[in-house]
Nanobody
């Protein structure tokens, strides 16, 4: 069982930066591939980024490359999402999720953290 808790969201002006964190419970965090998703009001949840269990493999939604960076610290059981040059359209609830393999289904989800980017 893995519990995921996101933090770091908030209100930021366009052009600003935020770093989201997702803290995981359990001793098996390092075995999971981790991803970030987001869901804007009235829209479907969309994929943001994925990182493999060791941190070596990373994959991004193409349109977010260069602005968003996913990383992890297995010693701290935490995955991060660094976001720069934020735009109003980045406003969404951001969720982290854990999968048993890099391309596998997601077994665990966090409750989400709100990111609001003002123009």
């Amino acid at each position: 069982q893995v519990q995921l808790v996101e933090s770091g969201g908030g209100l930021v002006q366009a052009g600003g930066s935020l770093r989201l964190s997702c803290a995981a419970s359990g001793r098996t965090f390092s075995q999971y591939a981790m991803s970030w998703f987001r869901q804007a009001p009235g829209k479907e949840r969309e994929f943001v980024a994925r990182i493999g269990s060791t941190g070596f493999r990373r994959y991004y939604e193409e349109s977010l490359k260069g602005r968003f960076t996913i990383s992890r610290d297995n010693a701290k059981n935490t995955v991060y999402l660094q976001m720069i040059s934020l735009k109003p359209e980045d406003t969404a609830v951001y969720y982290c999720a854990a999968a048993g393999s890099f391309g596998g289904q997601y077994d665990y989800w966090g409750q989400g953290t709100q990111v609001t980017v003002s123009s």
